[in-house]
């Protein structure tokens, strides 16, 4: 096994600050679009004509108009970056029907242009413009700047870009209402999964355009995002769900691939409870690494023995399922609430002593703490307005993962909770309906969605990033995921949810910027590590 070895020096502007903010983007713990495929360039005649769309001319700008709340106003202000919309199809077999507009931003190349680096930090509702924007000094520290334009998106559902999901108001967030996880979506009636539906119809401007939200059809905004960028092939950098987006591109535009960076995936080969059913695996297995680490400490607030945190856990918590804690900000605090919080913080090990200040706190009475880790996971401003949420999540995830029934969902909630016993509680084990039972439309049939239409050419190199302790999107998906197109995997040894820009590790950095900039894969078997 080699290690890469750092070859360069250079800054690292607001890596610890900026990475924490940023990795909130990653991935939302979750839980393809409704019409036929489309054909990439190059194939047969019968496919829909999308020239309009590649040819398109993007208007850059100021991005005053593209801020959505009053934290993406501050970082939009910044006047180094541009703002345009690239017009997309709402249904890529209906060109010439309705179409949506893709917000995207940049930070635009200091040296001779050489292409555009496309990012998505994950999801299902990251937004790339509020990820590029946030890191924006980082880049400019950034060798990759000097010959590439960094540019960020919203994908469909998602913050300035329409059509977007909206199913419940930020109020009603901040009230308890919306989609609420805890092992599965707190939805326990099939009246409650219409009510839902409806919501999300009516709020996101109609069935056509809710179920346009998937991830088969961001994949094909990004083929047309490229092609209006002038770039004759594509270079993406993708993290967490974003590794979804970078798998798909690969096999359905294979052609149009320079260069692809997955860091945390998603593992390609197995199902979507089988994923979700890993991911609270792994979740598990950093609490437990916590609870470890705590018990080191003599006034451990999980106590003592590791092997009873658990136990005590839900001591702290489980009264918040009937009582929710009250804050001075005059919001209180659900069990729901406190959960993804957790959860949260449990995606890097810098982070880990917030979640124990909070449950100390809270057995003194105080759920401050736990408020502020829920409102970081869901990127919430001082406005009250939230930068990531439940509604395109589920709103892409209902067009892309099968819907189970009633007694499937109810029974894999108890699975999870068996699996990952911090989640087995009687508020989070009751009988459920799927989040998705109501929908409009369902998931495009898997031959639709995948790559049978795309033209036999071979995937050019790619590199994975995984990380050996990632609790969210487990090493054993990375490990998957490059076999899976025949590319490099770097192994980094570590705790964290994402690492390149964000791990603080040159190692890592270096390797990325080399195969970015000169297509450069790391050896076989090459390691690094986080600090």
């Known amino acids: 096994m080699s290690m890469l070895n750092r070859s360069t020096t250079r800054p690292r502007p607001l890596r610890a600050v900026a990475a924490a903010a940023a990795a909130a983007s990653l991935l939302l713990l979750a839980a393809c679009g409704s019409g036929g495929p489309t054909a990439p360039e190059g ?52 060109p010439d029907g309705d179409t949506g507009r893709i917000a995207m931003l940049r930070l635009p190349a200091t040296g001779e242009r050489e292409g555009s680096l496309l990012l998505n930090p994950g999801g299902p509702g990251g937004s790339g413009n509020n990820f590029v924007a946030l890191l924006a000094e980082q880049w400019q520290a950034n060798p990759i700047t000097e010959r590439f334009d960094i540019v960020g998106f ?39 999964a219409e009510r839902a539906a409806e919501r999300c119809v009516e ?26 960028l002038g770039d004759e092939k594509l270079t993406f950098l993708g993290y967490s769900y974003g ?35 890993s991911q609270y695996v792994s979740i598990q297995a950093a609490f437990d690494d916590l609870a470890a680490t705590c018990a080191e400490s003599p006034d451990c607030v999980l106590g003592p023995d590791p092997d009873a945190a658990v136990e005590s856990l839900h001591t702290i918590l489980e009264p918040l399922a009937e009582t929710p804690a009250p804050t001075e900000a005059g919001r209180d605090v659900s069990i729901y609430d406190a959960y993804i919080g957790i959860i949260g913080a449990l995606y890097a090990e810098s982070n880990w002593p917030n979640i124990l200040t909070a449950l100390d706190e809270l057995k003194a009475g105080r759920a401050d703490a736990l408020l502020a880790l829920r409102d970081t996971y869901f990127s919430r401003g001082p406005d009250g307005a939230y930068g990531l949420d439940y509604d395109s999540n589920v709103a892409t995830r209902c067009m892309d993962w099968p819907v189970l029934t009633p007694q499937e969902q109810t029974a894999f909630a108890r699975e999870i909770a068996d699996t990952a016993p911090m989640f087995d509680l009687d508020a989070f084990t009751q009988e459920y309906h799927h989040e998705c039972e109501a929908w409009p439309a369902g998931p495009e049939e898997p031959d639709d969605a995948a790559s049978s239409d795309a033209p036999d050419a071979e995937i050019p ?71």
């Open 461 to 531: 190199s790619t590199l994975v990033v995984s990380v050996t302790g990632d609790p969210v999107t487990p090493h054993a998906g990375g490990v998957a995921m490059a076999r899976e197109l025949g590319g490099s995997l770097l192994t980094v040894h570590g705790k964290q949810h994402g690492a390149y820009l964000l791990g603080g590790s040159d190692c890592v950095d270096d390797a990325v910027e080399a195969y970015i900039l000169d297509l450069e894969t790391p050896k076989e078997g090459a390691e690094c590590s986080l600090p």
């Open 154 to 192: 919203d994908p469909r559902g998602v913050g300035a870009t329409t059509p977007r999901a909206e199913c419940f108001t930020d109020q009603e967030l901040d009230e308890g209402s919306g989609f609420r996880i805890g092992a599965v979506y707190d939805i326990t009636s099939a009246e409650q």
């Open 43 to 94: 194939q047969a005649s019968s496919a829909p004509d999308l020239s309009a769309f590649h040819d398109q001319e993007l208007d850059w700008g100021t991005c005053e108009d593209t801020a959505t709340n009053e934290t993406d106003a501050a970082l939009f202000a910044n006047p180094d970056l541009e703002c345009a919309t690239a017009e997309v199809p709402i249904d890529y077999t209906k």
């Open 203 to 228: 709020g996101t401007g109609g069935a056509e355009a809710l179920t346009s939200i998937s991830t088969m059809n961001t994949v094909r905004d990004l083929d047309v995002m490229r092609a209006a």
């Open 243 to 277: 590794s979804e987006l970078g798998e798909k591109y690969a096999k359905s535009y294979p052609q149009n691939v320079r260069a692809v960076v997955i860091d945390g995936a998603i593992s390609p080969d197995i199902t979507a409870s089988e994923f979700r059913l």
